[in-house]
């Protein structure tokens, strides 16, 4: 397994591709990520690097998390993400992480926090078609029945019903990555992105 970056979503664009070809995109700001803890299978059971993305005034975070930050290098950030490695020797603790482990062409997995969009009914949540709107008709938007009556008497686990909708975490698998920009730490990655601007994502390699 192999590491990857957290980035902030800047918004959609296009570019062109050298046929003339219009390629939309999002615009990741990747990085700059750096490295604030190595975890061994010795010490803590498995292997994983965390990096840090974003800054943060050090009297904002809490006190565990300035100790943790001061056996790092000092400096808090806003975002810190685990990464299964492989082999976390193969990185230093306040070592950089360049955007150059990614190029263009490649294919990556994106995981964000989608919009959360508030109470909503099942028509709006699930797609129900609803009843008729004519003819006298006093059902139009409810959901109806959700359970048997005797037999089993309760309702079922996982019913689709009204409730919260958005605020989760989606994962959007075979990316492709258009353009790698190392001087501005910026991603174009074709398509759209789960989560609003400014939000937060994952970027993994594939």
């Known amino acids: 397994m192999s590491i990857g ?34 975890k061994t299978p010795a010490k803590d059971g498995y ?13 904002k975070v809490t006190k565990p998390l300035q ?5 790092s290098g000092g400096k808090a950030c806003a975002v810190l993400q685990e ?3 492989d082999d976390v020797e193969a990185y230093q603790v306040g070592q950089e992480i360049p955007l150059s482990i990614f190029n263009a062409g490649d294919k990556v997995r ?11 009914g099942v028509i709006k949540r699930w797609g129900f078609k609803g009843g008729t709107a004519t003819h006298g008709s006093m059902f139009h938007r409810a959901p109806g029945s959700i359970g048997a009556s005797a037999d ?15 605020s989760k975490k989606i994962t959007v698998k075979n990316i492709e990555v258009v353009e790698v920009r190392t001087k501005e730490n910026l991603l174009l990655l074709k ?16």
């Open 47 to 59: 292997s994983a690097v965390q990096i840090s993305f974003g800054t943060k005034k050090i009297k």
């Open 110 to 120: 994106v995981s964000g926090i989608n919009k959360g969009k508030g109470f909503a």
């Open 152 to 166: 089993p008497s309760r309702v079922l686990k996982g019913k689709r019903m009204p409730g919260h909708l958005g």
């Open 67 to 71: 100790g943790h930050f001061k056996a």
């Open 83 to 85: 990464f299964r490695a």
């Open 5 to 38: 970056l957290i980035g902030k979503k800047i918004g959609m664009t296009q570019v062109f591709s050298k046929e003339g070809q219009m390629i939309p995109v999002t615009v990741v700001e990747a990085g700059p990520c750096c490295v604030v803890q190595k």
């Open 191 to 206: 398509g759209s992105l789960p989560g609003a601007r400014n939000g937060v994502v994952t970027i993994y390699r594939q």
